[in-house]
T-cell receptor
Framework: DGGITQSPKYLFRKEGQNVTLSCEQN?????MYWYRQDPGQGLRLIYY???????QKGDIAEGYSVSREKKESFPLTVTSAQKNPTAFYLC?????????????FGDGTRLSIL | AQSVSQHNHHVILSEAASLELGCNYS??????LFWYVQYPGQHLQLLLK??????LVKGIKGFEAEFIKSKFSFNLRKPSVQWSDTAEYFC???????????FGSGTRLSIRP
C-alpha cells in the first residue's frame, strides 16, 4: 500500500541536541510538508518542498532545517535553536505543490525533551 | 493576515444528535476548502473538499459541508452523529494565489454513547 512513513513514533531529545525526524513516501508525490501540531493551535507549517532540491520556509521555520535530496524523502532536523520543541510533528505529501490537492498525512512523531 | 477560524474548540453531543462545526476564513479571494478528520490514534485524513461548482459538498461517512461565499464560511454538518465520529476535525483552505494550505485550530468532537 502506498503511504507516508514517519519514524520514529516517539523521540526524546536532550537539551542542546539536534534530532532528525524521518519522512518517506511511496506515493510518487512531488510536494511534501512538515507541520507541528500543538493542543489548541491546530497544524502550523514548518517547511514545505514542491520539488526535489527545493524547499521553502513555512510559518514557524525558526529552529528547524530540512533537505529534499530525493523525491520520496523529506527529513526534518529540530536544532538546539528551537526553544520549545516538544510537540507532535506531522509529515504530509500531495500530488502537486500548489496546495489545491488534498494532502496525505503520516502517523506523526511525538518529540519530547528530557 | 490570511487565517482560518474554528470557534468551537470542544463539542460534546449525544448519539443521534445533529452536528454543525463552524469554519470561517478571513480573505475573500478564490479558495479551495477542505475538512480533515483525525480519529484517536490515527493519522489525519480527508473528509471532504470544495474546489468549485455546487457549494454543498458531500463527503465520507455521511458528512457534508456548505460553502457560503458571502459569509466566508464552510461549516461541516452531519444530521445524526455516531459514537465512532469522536475525533478532531480540522478545517483548511488554500488560496488560489498561494501554494500552501492553512489549517484551523481544530474542533474536538466527543460523542456520548
Amino acid at each position: 500500500d502506498g503511504g507516508i512513513t514517519q519514524s520514529p513514533k516517539y523521540l526524546f531529545r536532550k537539551e542542546g541536541q539536534n534530532v532528525t525526524l524521518s519522512c518517506e513516501q511511496n506515493l510518487n508525490h512531488d510536494a511534501m510538508y512538515w507541520y507541528r501540531q500543538d493542543p489548541g493551535q491546530g497544524l502550523r507549517l514548518i517547511y514545505y518542498s514542491q520539488i526535489v532540491n527545493d524547499f521553502q520556509k513555512g510559518d514557524i521555520a525558526e529552529g528547524y532545517s530540512v533537505s529534499r535530496e530525493k523525491k520520496e524523502s523529506f527529513p526534518l532536523t529540530v536544532t538546539s535553536a528551537q526553544k520549545n520543541p516538544t510537540a507532535f510533528y506531522l509529515c504530509a505529501s500531495s500530488i502537486g505543490g500548489q496546495g489545491s490537492q488534498p494532502q496525505h498525512f503520516g502517523d506523526g512523531t511525538r518529540l519530547s525533551i528530557l | 493576515a490570511q487565517s482560518v477560524s474554528q470557534h468551537n474548540h470542544h463539542v460534546i453531543l449525544s448519539e443521534a444528535a445533529s452536528l454543525e462545526l463552524g469554519c470561517n476564513y478571513s480573505y475573500g479571494g478564490t479558495v479551495n476548502l477542505f475538512w480533515y478528520v483525525q480519529y484517536p490514534g490515527q493519522h489525519l485524513q480527508l473528509l471532504l473538499k470544495y474546489f468549485s461548482g455546487d457549494p454543498l459538498v458531500k463527503g465520507i461517512k455521511g458528512f457534508e459541508a456548505e460553502f457560503i461565499k458571502s459569509k466566508f464560511s464552510f461549516n461541516l454538518r452531519k444530521p445524526s452523529v455516531q459514537w465512532s465520529d469522536t475525533a478532531e476535525y480540522f478545517c483548511a483552505l488554500v488560496y488560489s494565489s498561494a501554494s500552501k494550505i492553512i489549517f484551523g485550530s481544530g474542533t474536538r468532537l466527543s460523542i456520548r454513547p
